[in-house]
Nanobody, 119 residues
């Protein structure tokens, strides 16, 4: 079972940047599809971006061009570079792990890291 720990969240102003990290353990990280989801207060949890074991990526339309998902297999770490942040990006961000980016099913989750963008 994979263990995931997010970090890097915080409070930033509109237009600012943050880089979220997700440290993974307990599995073969390089074989896993990984994703970032977010959940704003009173809203459903939505996909932000996903990355496959081979490096293929998927982005939500709302973040495309602003966010970049990446992975460092040597460090067993997933990243989300968040640029040009907007107040609507405010949410709890969760790291997730699954078997394939094609299924978009992620069974392992981190505890989340809060991102707050002030207007």
């Amino acid at each position: 079972q994979v263990q995931l720990v997010e970090s890097g969240g915080g409070l930033v102003q509109t237009g600012g940047s943050l880089r979220l990290s997700c440290a993974a353990s307990g599995s073969i990280f390089s074989r896993n599809a990984m994703a970032w989801y977010r959940q704003a207060p009173g809203k459903e949890r939505d996909l932000v971006a996903a990355i496959g074991s081979g490096g293929s990526t998927i982005y939500a339309d709302s973040v495309k061009g602003r966010f970049t998902i990446s992975r460092d297999n040597a460090k067993n770490t997933l990243y989300l570079q968040m640029n040009s942040l907007k107040p609507e990006d405010t949410a709890m961000y969760y790291c997730a792990s699954g078997s394939s980016i094609m299924t978009m099913k992620f069974g392992s989750w981190g505890q989340g890291t809060q991102v707050t963008v002030s207007s």
